[in-house]
């Protein structure tokens, strides 16, 4: 629709998660009538991140260093690992304040559809983490979708020789939520998890 450096402006925008052509063309616009101060600060975080960023070593989080700092925190409980697909699931359960294990990041889920088998993913490094002994839970918070449920089963069967305690977080009704739009296999999980009412 456009031409020249404002449609290559979208089109490389379009192809980030997410934004569809539309949800491109109204970024394209706003950097357009942004500060050119601001734009250069963006353009610079871009190519700072992709120059600094990497892959921890040990549990592939996103680090600055050869290791996270949470694998480089040794408050951590070395005993419990959580499982995730994407760095960004890290963020999310070190929101709640709960956890305080370390974690290891698989780099997405078994999907055939899209080709990813479990050599695509860093199941070999977590199993050369758990040889030594030294965890007793493995907790796999997997994306509670096929692709998610999928890749737990493959892992806890993978490991169950191992005598560890793998346990998968609870999922069920969103506090807040109604009855009469929860699905049926959400509803179902929520039954299935129950918990006793201490009164």
């Known amino acids: 629709?456009?031409?020249?450096?404002?449609?290559?402006?979208?089109?490389?925008?379009?192809?980030?998660?997410?934004?569809?052509?539309?949800?491109?063309?109204?970024?394209?616009?706003?950097?357009?009538?942004?500060d050119h101060a601001d734009v250069r600060r963006l353009a610079d975080a871009l190519i700072e991140v992709t120059e600094r960023v990497r892959f921890c070593r040990t549990c592939g989080n996103v680090a600055e260093a050869d290791e996270c700092r949470i694998c480089l925190d040794a408050r951590r409980d070395p005993a419990v690992i959580c499982v995730v697909e994407e760095p960004k699931d890290v963020a999310v359960?070190?929101?709640?304040?709960?956890?305080?294990?370390?974690?290891?990041?698989?780099?997405?889920?078994?999907s055939p559809i899209d080709g990813v088998g479990p050599d695509e993913l860093r199941i070999k490094e977590l199993m050369t983490r758990?040889?030594?002994?030294?965890?007793?839970?493995?907790?796999l918070a997997t994306d509670p979708n096929l692709e998610g449920e999928a890749t737990a089963a493959y892992i806890a069967r993978l490991v169950k020789p191992m005598g560890l305690r793998v346990t998968r977080p609870a999922s069920g009704l969103p506090v807040g939520g109604d009855l009469?739009?929860?699905?049926?296999?959400?509803?179902?999980?929520?039954?299935?998890g129950r918990r006793l009412l201490d009164v």
Do not use: W
């Not at 359960?93 to 709960?98: A, F, G, S, T």
């Open 1 to 34: 629709m456009y031409e020249g450096v404002i449609q290559n402006l979208i089109d490389e925008l379009g192809r980030l998660p997410g934004i569809g052509p539309k949800g491109a063309q109204r970024i394209a616009f706003y950097l357009l009538a942004t």
């Open 93 to 110: 359960v070190e929101k709640i304040r709960e956890f305080r294990g370390r974690y290891h990041v698989l780099g997405g889920a078994i």
């Open 130 to 139: 758990l040889a030594d002994g030294t965890v007793t839970e493995l907790i």
């Open 180 to 192: 009469e739009y929860a699905d049926e296999v959400t509803l179902g999980r929520a039954f299935e």
